[in-house]
């Protein structure tokens, strides 16, 4: 019998059984209702999007989207923020115009091709302010700098072809306008963003808001609310109402659309913008209701063309600019950048005046058909002696036409209305003749053409000529200076110390640094180049009894609301009472009978002298009355080549002297000028012997003792020596020296011997001013370094 047993049958039903699963054993037994453990499993793949599906992006592929375009976003701002910066502002924004007034507040011109006039937000009404924000951004001062909603909202209306908008707010606006440029560009656009930003951090509204209406145009050449006010109602903007600057703050969206004057068929849409800011100033409570019901639309005025500098005005700029840098007020690069508000001293109705008198004897007067007429110039200048204030001023026919100002230009000789000069030097200083006789108006001077002038070591080789070689023989001083007589007042000039003649033109009020202002008996003949401007100061000088105080030609000048300080000159004594009033003695003497008859059209008393510039290339008359001192040349140039010319012939006339068309414009404004006032007679003082009336001597001696003293021919040319008088003269017993002799020198046996001082001819075009013969000393006073030719 075996010992294996035999094998059971597997029984049916559930046992415990082993599973084995990922290399681990696990008993399984009947009850046990938990889940057995299952094998992993690897996932199966999702399924493919097919069709439109495959383009919708999954939230995933959305939110690192988002987050990736956040983040440069953010990195682009904080890089923009830090790299852009507030640059300086635009050389547009900066430009103003200096505007220029008259006496009485009268605008005469704006300089600068911007017109311009910045003003402090103070100065602008609150209303106008309101009517702005009202059109242009009614959240202004609650909002941030930017509004990206508006300039997305703007985006889309310039798409939906609702107009072009902007969508900026005005700190943007004012950005714009001050810091960039106008161009429609991204960059510039990014630009605007960003600096926006910083400028709404660094700047409070008031100054954003103050510069956006500086720098904002509004049409008709006019940026800047101040311009604006000007062009559209010729009215300072703080002079503006309610209803005026709702239009000027309709204007700022599209001027050529809102300019109801100029375009008349913008009035539909100029009325409904207009309704619109004032709606808008009711809505945010700026205007009451009420009012608003009230107010009626302001019809601008008409657009005026521009002028620009044409006329007198270039000419009162150009003298102002000169004023205010000469004296050191202002620089020339401060002045140049505007915004300048400058109140002259000149008066409309005199300035008016002038230019007329100077029409009616001189430019009206020219004729085409004359080749001399296109050299003829003119300049004046009026100034009140008690204040020393230039009241006038014509420097041309036209500024655009002549740029050079004949009134302070320095380049014409100022002939025989220099020799006031010598004479008030000679009372000044109480000068003596070479024999030892005091100088008065009655002194008697040898009046012989070319005599030569003496001094105090014989003859100094200078024999000037008298006006057409005219000689009078002996002559007061008085009948010198009526007739004008050259060799006279050279003699006068080296008497009294040609020195002390310099430093008194200068006192009077001739700068030092005139052209030819020689201290030499030539200083007498006026071949000095002195303006019309300084002649009539130093004229001023003598009509206020010697008292003076440099000229202006500024009342007032500001910037903004600051006044910028004016230099103060006090009035001085700069010559004696007697000088002055004894000088103004003798020059009433011309115009009452003398070269200067012309000026007697004034009607009423006067003081004057006439003067002609070497080959007659300018005629002056410079006179005064007790309340004016005014100064006029007619002046001869080439226009194309700006060659000094003679002005025989011209206007029709042989000669132009100083006592023909000069002394009656000086009549003719003087009249027009002092209308209204009472005639006022010269309160004068005179140095002792000076009002004693002497019988002239010799008058008989007067070459055409028939002739009018007042004829054109005024005998004041500057002249040198082109030869001698021949023979002697008796002196007349117990006036003065005999003639061909120096003054106060003897005439030997009555007769004058032969000369051995007498130089060589000074003054033949083309010679050489020659040194005196003979000179044994040299001080100032008879210094003779310098003798012109003919003059």
């Not at 592929?61 to 923020?81: D, E, H, P």
């Not at 700029?317 to 020339?332: F, H, K, M, R």
């Not at 003859?459 to 004008?484: F, L, M």
Request: glycine residues 10%; proline residues 7%; negative net charge.
């Amino acid at each position: 019998m075996s010992d294996e047993q035999p094998q059971q049958p597997p029984q049916r039903g559930w046992e415990p059984r082993d599973l084995t699963i990922d290399g681990h054993t696990a008993r399984y037994t009947p009850g046990d209702y938990r889940r057995p453990p299952q094998p992993h499993a690897h996932p199966l793949p999702r399924p493919r999007r097919r069709g439109l599906r495959r383009l919708v992006p999954t939230w995933r592929t959305l939110l690192g989207t988002f987050l990736i375009v956040a983040l440069v976003l953010m990195g682009g701002f904080v890089a923009g923020y830090m790299l852009v910066h507030i640059p300086p502002a635009n050389a547009t924004a900066t430009a103003q115009s200096n505007v220029y007034f008259y006496k009485d507040g009268t605008q005469i011109v704006r300089d600068g091709e911007v017109n311009r006039e910045n003003v402090d937000l103070a100065q602008v009404p609150s209303s106008v302010q309101h009517a702005v924000l009202a059109a242009e951004d009614r959240d202004f001062y609650s909002e941030r700098a930017v509004d990206p909603l508006a300039m997305v909202r703007a985006g889309w209306n310039t798409l939906t072809g609702k107009g072009k908008q902007s969508g900026s707010t005005i700190t943007q606006q004012y950005v714009k306008n001050y810091y960039l440029v106008q161009e429609q560009t991204i960059t510039r656009k990014v630009k605007e963003f960003f600096i926006a930003i910083k400028l709404d951090r660094e700047a409070s509204k008031s100054e954003i808001l103050e510069g956006y209406l500086n720098t904002s145009y509004f049409g008709r050449n006019a940026y800047g609310v101040q311009a604006a006010a000007l062009a559209y109602y010729g009215k300072d903007v703080g002079e503006l109402s309610t209803a005026e600057g709702a239009y000027l703050a309709s204007l700022l969206n599209a001027p050529s659309a809102y300019d109801v004057t100029t375009h008349p068929e913008n009035m539909g849409a100029a009325l409904a913008r207009w309704n619109y800011v004032l709606d808008g100033m009711v809505e945010r409570q700026w205007l009451g209701a009420t009012e608003r019901a009230r107010t009626t639309f302001p019809m601008p005025q008409t657009a005026r063309p521009a002028t620009g500098l044409s006329g007198q005005r270039g000419y009162i700029v150009q003298a102002v600019e000169d004023y205010l840098t000469g004296n050191g007020i202002i620089d020339d690069n401060t002045l140049a950048r505007g915004g300048y508000r400058i109140t002259t001293t000149l008066e409309k109705p005199k300035q008016d005046a002038f230019v007329e008198a100077v029409d009616d004897h001189v430019m009206s007067k020219r004729a085409t058909s004359r080749p001399q007429d296109r050299n003829v110039r003119v300049g004046g200048a009026a100034i009140d002696p008690a204040s020393g204030k230039v009241v006038a001023m014509y420097g041309g026919i036209d500024y655009t036409k002549q740029f050079v100002n004949n009134a302070t230009r320095r380049d014409y000789q100022v002939g025989s209305t220099f020799k006031p000069f010598v004479f008030a030097a000679a009372v000044e200083h109480g000068s003596h003749t070479q024999d030892g006789r005091r100088i008065t108006p009655h002194t008697v001077y040898d009046g012989t053409d070319q005599r030569e002038v003496y001094g105090a070591h014989g003859p100094t080789g200078y024999a000037p000529e008298n006006e057409d070689n005219r000689s009078y023989g002996p002559i007061t001083v008085r009948h010198a200076t009526d007739r004008s007589v050259n060799a006279v007042y050279a003699q006068m000039a080296q008497d009294v110390g040609p020195g002390k003649v310099k430093e008194t033109a200068i006192a009077l009020g001739i700068p030092s640094n005139t052209p030819d202002l020689n201290a030499s008996p030539s200083i007498a003949l006026g071949v000095a180049t002195a303006s019309v401007l300084d002649m009539a100061e130093a004229y001023a000088t003598l009509a206020n009894h010697g008292r003076r105080g440099a000229y202006t030609l500024v009342e007032s000048i500001t910037k903004g609301s600051e006044e910028i300080e004016l230099p103060g000159a006090p009035i001085r004594q700069v010559v004696s009472r007697e000088a002055a009033d004894t000088t103004t003695s003798m020059l009433q003497s011309v115009v009452e009978g003398g070269t200067g008859t012309a000026a007697q059209s004034a009607g009423r008393p006067a003081a004057g002298k006439t003067g002609t510039a070497e080959e007659d290339k300018a005629a002056w008359f410079a006179g005064y009355t007790p309340e004016l001192a005014t100064v006029v040349a007619v002046m001869g140039q080439d226009p194309d080549t700006a060659e000094q010319k003679p002005l025989y012939g011209a206007l029709g006339d042989t000669r132009i002297n100083g006592g023909g068309r000069p002394a009656a414009i000086w009549g003719q404004f003087t009249a027009a000028a002092l209308k209204g006032g009472g005639a006022k007679d010269f309160d004068l003082v005179l140095e002792e012997g000076a009002g004693e009336e002497l019988p002239p001597a010799h008058e008989s001696s007067w070459p055409d003792a028939s002739e009018s003293p007042g004829d054109e021919d005024d005998d004041d040319t500057p002249a040198g020596a082109e030869g001698r008088t021949d023979g002697p003269t008796p002196s007349p017993s117990g006036s003065g020296p005999a003639t061909g002799s120096p003054t106060g020198g003897p005439v030997r046996g009555g007769l004058e011997e032969a000369d051995p001082w007498r130089g060589p001819d000074t003054d033949r075009p083309g010679t050489t001013d020659p040194a005196p013969t003979h000179n044994p000393r040299s001080p100032e006073d008879d210094d003779l370094s310098v003798f012109p030719r003919r003059l």
